[in-house]
């Protein structure tokens, strides 16, 4: 994501945060994903399916990047960040996890063309999030805040597709006892 790529020089410019400021944040960030994805995804997952936690944290994302767009002060920003960051380290997991589940025999080509556009985005997000930040300081958020929502819309509609194609079933199914044991 070209967020992380250019916080340090938003929030320095924005709101004069010092370098050991920047450092809170961003060592905080490291901390809420891996806690987040150690206690929390499951949970989510076992409650709703892999579906359903896809668009309502996409839709959290994007909610908290309209957020930051108007954040007052460097601590109400810290705070939008933190629910950015709690919303994007359940989406990863879990996207990967479909993205392996819907492929079916297609497993390996599939990660492999996930992994092959993230890399892309992880190139291509902060060369583009440094050059709109030079433009206008808010306008990486907007492109994220766009990109998020448009995303957030395509995969509702998936999932409704998928729904009315389907009947309710998870993609995890429960482990059923094995009667030879």
């Given at each position: 994501m070209a967020y992380e790529s250019i916080l340090g020089l938003f929030v320095d410019n924005q709101f004069g945060a010092t370098p050991g400021q920047i450092a809170i944040l961003?060592?905080?960030i490291g901390t809420i994903s891996v806690i987040v994805?150690?206690?929390v995804v499951e949970r989510f997952v076992r409650w709703l399916g892999e579906r359903t936690v896809l668009s309502l944290f996409l839709g959290v994302a994007s909610?908290?990047?309209?957020l930051s767009l108007f954040a007052p002060s460097y601590g109400m920003f810290f705070a939008v960040t933190m629910f950015i960051f709690l919303a994007t380290s359940i989406l990863r997991p879990v996207?990967?996890?479909l993205i392996s589940k819907l492929?079916?025999?297609e497993q390996g080509f599939a990660m492999g063309m996930n992994n092959a556009y993230m890399s892309i985005g992880n190139v291509l997000g902060p060369a583009?999030?440094?050059v709109l930040f030079d433009v206008q300081i808010t306008y990486p958020f907007i492109l994220c805040l766009i990109v998020l929502a448009a995303t957030t819309f395509v995969s509702i509609f998936w999932q409704r597709k998928h729904d009315q194609n389907k009947?309710?079933?998870?993609?995890i199914e429960p482990a059923q006892p094995n009667p030879d044991v």
């Open positions: 961003l060592t905080s994805q150690l206690f909610f908290g990047f309209s996207l990967t996890t492929a079916g025999n583009l999030a440094g009947p309710n079933t998870p993609i």
